[in-house]
């Protein structure tokens, strides 16, 4: 757990093992993957196109040459407000009827070693009916992402990689920070610790070395496949969420301004309660959204970064077991002692 008080260096605890089978304690500066939270850098630099008049919120996705079904109704803010309607690639959505989850499972059990392509996972989805009309609801979909991302390639003629590096990792210094998607199955720049997860709810437990993780990352992509530690995910909760510098004023705003549904554009609005996206049952009261951020959670990694509001403190959480419970808990009671020391 990574702690920053109103922008203050960062206070690190540690427990447990980085290495299920080795027994390694875990260290302050060790990599894990940020499964969701990767949503707030790629929200991040659609932003920033925004900012630059590159991009319109409001302009429907198909007008940077994406040639999506219904693109020519969903917007970028739809998408990175999760009010797009689009079926997520394969775990059932909130608003959702129809579930994905085996058809997915069994994709990518088929062959870990596969790479998939932002290309191959969109057309896998191409074909879904939309849960509900584009801004009328709102549904958690890593399809989203995706999209935003080709969008970035399509606008800017570079890969989501490279404009995460020249303009999030690079100027912020976040040197343990990287897009795995696009460095599977070569040797990341850092190591990844292992975790463990189940195959099945209520399962025996494994380990994640035990598996080639390529397929799995690559099919996350720009969603869920980033790495970073807790230094930089503090580094970046306070540049993004707090102080606003990487998106400047007026953006940072917008982002910010959670709608009903419990989303932002490219962060989840968080209440005492955790996040009230997954749930569907947000309130109805804006002044409830203490704070912004996202939680993330991969097999045999759970996280989650939040900027508390009312304590202008930014905390980031990582647990290298899944499933693992109450880590927005655990954040509320850190949130709430630090309430009490500032009185």
Not at 152 to 158: L, N, W
Not at 206 to 230: E, H
């Amino acid at each position: 757990m990574g702690v920053s008080v109103h922008g203050g260096p960062p206070t690190i605890l540690v427990s447990g093992v980085s290495d299920p089978r080795l027994k390694t304690p875990m260290k302050p500066d060790d990599v894990v993957f940020i499964a969701s939270d990767t949503k707030t850098f790629v929200g991040a630099v659609v932003l920033l196109l925004v900012g630059e008049g590159k991009v319109s919120l409001d302009a429907p996705i198909n007008t940077y040459g994406l040639d999506f079904p219904n693109g020519d109704v969903i917007t970028v803010r739809e998408l990175l407000s999760h009010t797009s309607g689009l079926a997520p690639e394969g775990v059932e959505g909130n608003a959702s009827q129809v579930t994905y989850g085996d058809a997915w499972r069994a994709k990518i059990l088929s062959d870990l070693s596969h790479f998939y392509t932002m290309a191959e996972i969109v057309a896998w989805v191409r074909d879904r009916p939309l849960l509900f009309p584009p801004g009328t609801s709102t549904a958690y979909s890593n399809v989203n992402m995706f999209l935003a991302a080709q969008i970035v390639e399509k606008v800017t003629g570079q890969t989501i990689t490279q404009q995460l590096q020249d303009r999030l990792f690079t100027p912020l210094k976040l040197t343990n920070t990287y897009y795995s998607a696009q460095q599977v199955p070569a040797i990341p720049p850092v190591p990844v610790i292992p975790g463990l997860f189940s195959l099945v709810p209520g399962g025996a437990l494994v380990n994640t070395a035990d598996f080639d993780p390529t397929a799995l990352l690559t099919a996350l992509g720009p969603a869920a496949a980033m790495a970073s530690n807790a230094t930089d995910m503090l580094t970046w909760g306070n540049a993004l969420l707090r102080a606003g510098t990487v998106l400047g004023p007026d953006l940072t705003q917008q982002a910010h301004k959670i709608l009903p549904g419990g989303t932002g554009l490219g962060v989840i609005g968080f209440t005492r309660q955790g996040f009230c996206v997954f749930t569907a049952s947000c309130p109805n009261d804006p002044a409830a959204f203490t704070g912004v951020g996202g939680p993330g959670g991969v097999p045999g990694t759970n996280t989650v970064l939040i900027y508390d509001i009312p304590t202008d403190t930014v905390i980031f959480m990582a647990a290298n077991l899944d499933p693992s419970r109450g880590m927005s808990g655990a954040a509320v009671a850190e949130f709430d002692l630090i309430a009490t020391s500032q009185k």
